[in-house]
């Protein structure tokens, strides 16, 4: 009930907008045309990288990284208890309890994971289930597969998160982007002494939004905003309507362990019934293998792929509406992307280039918090912290 109340709310300001022509200080603009290059490879290391360990028992998995980012997961926790508590005053109670509850019926490994998440920061139950399932229906994004003349691949996106939720006049930013900046991290997913794929996450957080299985694919997911969104599939799924439904970064996560190729994860995340509507961004090591697959609930509704023969065909870029339809007037980061990706051109494509186009109006914007650039064919992964200080669009 709570996450339903909160996206009703931010749905309704989405439909209640009124055009505004955004001022010259916000416009749209592709820092290429400038010359500009704002990629430093040595930012990468800013993000600490971390191992999850998969033959170690789920309860244990994360408390090494919970522990050291209990501090920055309670303040997340806190940013949501101030937004929240004000317009619902019991909405603590139904977190502690209906949330606590909920846990339980939660898959495995998931369950013990988060329950150990819990165990290992003292942080009640409830408010760890909240930090992992309110990425479901929260977040806004730019995917991009590229692929260069030669017909290397080039997988990159940027996580926008913190819609509606807190704007800080003091420092005009978004406050829950500005805490989950704070908590980004990598981590190397072992099993039986090898890496089975690679991720950034935000600490504590056990789903997947973007993954990269070395030699295999690459996947992003980016929010789909549609009338059967994420809290309409939650519900289903708690009285037993969906029985076989994925939570979608779980889905991701399961495609990352499972799955070894580009086909197979294609597969998968096309068919595989799902809680939430989402654009799946995938990525291989062969020319050509990159698709976006616009889900529902309970299919594929759309599929766009990289096509040699169009002349824009070499790559594919994905934001958060159908690319059959345009996007809402107020959140156009497809047009200002694209013209960024033609002023980069084909041959350029590489991890300086498509970095530079992430960096630019609006596809960087204040809820950006961090772009991350992967490779699949020699399992190169960055993750760069990104913030847009000064005159940008809040989203």
């Given at each position: 009930?709570?996450?339903?109340?909160?996206?009703?709310?931010?749905?309704?300001?989405?439909?209640?907008?009124?055009?505004?022509?955004?001022?010259?200080?916000?416009?749209?603009?592709?820092?290429?045309?400038?010359?500009?290059?704002?990629?430093v490879p040595d930012h990468q290391?800013?993000?600490?990288?971390?191992?999850?360990?998969?033959?170690?028992?789920?309860?244990?998995?994360?408390?090494?990284?919970?522990?050291?980012?209990?501090?920055?997961?309670?303040?997340?926790?806190?940013?949501?208890?101030?937004?929240?508590?004000?317009?619902?005053?019991?909405?603590?109670?139904?977190?502690?309890?209906?949330?606590?509850?909920?846990?339980?019926?939660?898959?495995?490994?998931?369950?013990?994971?988060?329950?150990?998440?819990?165990?290992?920061?003292?942080?009640?139950?409830?408010?760890?289930?909240?930090?992992?399932?309110?990425?479901?229906?929260?977040?806004?994004?730019?995917?991009?597969?590229?692929?260069?003349?030669?017909?290397?691949?080039?997988?990159?996106?940027?996580?926008?998160?913190?819609?509606?939720?807190?704007?800080?006049?003091?420092?005009?930013?978004?406050?829950?982007?500005?805490?989950?900046?704070?908590?980004?991290?990598?981590i190397n997913w072992v099993k039986?002494?090898?890496?089975?794929?690679?991720?950034?996450?935000?600490?504590?957080?056990?789903?997947?939004?973007?993954?990269?299985?070395?030699?295999?694919?690459?996947?992003?997911?980016?929010?789909?905003?549609?009338?059967?969104?994420?809290?309409?599939?939650?519900?289903?799924?708690?009285?037993?309507?969906?029985?076989?439904?994925?939570?979608?970064?779980?889905?991701?996560?399961?495609?990352?362990?499972?799955?070894?190729?580009?086909?197979?994860?294609?597969?998968?995340?096309?068919?595989?019934?799902?809680?939430?509507?989402?654009?799946?961004?995938?990525?291989?090591?062969?020319?050509?293998?990159?698709?976006?697959?616009?889900?529902?609930?309970?299919?594929?509704?759309?599929?766009?792929?990289?096509?040699?023969?169009?002349?824009?065909?070499?790559?594919?870029?994905?934001?958060?509406?159908?690319?059959?339809?345009?996007?809402?007037?107020?959140?156009?980061?497809?047009?200002?992307?694209?013209?960024?990706?033609?002023?980069?051109?084909?041959?350029?494509?590489?991890?300086?280039?498509?970095?530079?186009?992430?960096?630019?109006?609006?596809?960087?914007?204040?809820?950006?918090?961090?772009?991350v650039l992967m490779q699949v064919?020699?399992?190169?992964?960055?993750?760069?912290?990104?913030?847009?200080?000064?005159?940008?669009?809040?989203?």
């Open positions: 009930m709570l996450l339903l109340l909160v996206f009703v709310l931010a749905t309704t300001v989405i439909i209640d907008a009124k055009y505004v022509p955004l001022p010259a200080k916000f416009a749209d603009k592709c820092i290429l045309e400038d010359g500009v290059n704002l990629y290391y800013v993000v600490p990288w971390f191992t999850i360990n998969l033959d170690s028992a789920p309860h244990d998995r994360w408390t090494h990284i919970a522990a050291q980012y209990k501090p920055h997961i309670i303040e997340l926790i806190n940013v949501l208890k101030d937004l929240i508590l004000p317009i619902f005053p019991d909405a603590l109670d139904i977190v502690h309890e209906a949330f606590g509850a909920l846990n339980e019926k939660l898959p495995q490994p998931y369950r013990d994971e988060i329950t150990g998440i819990s165990d290992a920061t003292g942080i009640p139950l409830g408010e760890v289930v909240l930090y992992n399932i309110f990425y479901e229906i929260f977040t806004v994004c730019t995917s991009i597969v590229a692929q260069d003349p030669h017909g290397k691949l080039i997988h990159a996106r940027n996580l926008d998160f913190g819609l509606f939720l807190g704007w800080n006049a003091t420092i005009h930013e978004w406050s829950i982007s500005t805490a989950l900046r704070k908590m980004i991290i990598n039986n002494g090898r890496i089975v794929f690679k991720s950034n996450n935000f600490a504590g957080y056990v789903g997947i939004y973007n993954g990269l299985k070395p030699n295999g694919f690459s996947v992003t997911a980016n929010e789909r905003f549609d009338s059967q969104g994420g809290y309409i599939g939650i519900i289903r799924w708690l009285i037993g309507l969906e029985p076989n439904g994925k939570w979608m970064s779980w889905l991701t996560r399961e495609t990352m362990e499972e799955e070894t190729t580009y086909q197979g994860a294609f597969n998968r995340l096309s068919t595989q019934d799902i809680l939430s509507p989402v654009y799946y961004i995938i990525g291989g090591i062969n020319p050509g293998e990159g698709a976006i697959i616009t889900r529902s609930l309970n299919g594929t509704v759309l599929l766009n792929t990289l096509n040699s023969s169009d002349p824009n065909g070499w790559y594919l870029l994905e934001t958060n509406y159908d690319l059959n339809v345009d996007p809402l007037f107020l959140d156009d980061r497809r047009t200002p992307g694209r013209h960024c990706m033609q002023t980069l051109g084909q041959e350029n494509v590489n991890f300086a280039g498509i970095y530079n186009v992430l960096s630019s109006r609006t596809n960087l914007n204040k809820l950006t918090t961090y772009t064919e020699t399992g190169k992964f960055e993750t760069h912290i990104q913030n847009c200080p000064g005159d940008c669009w809040p989203w």
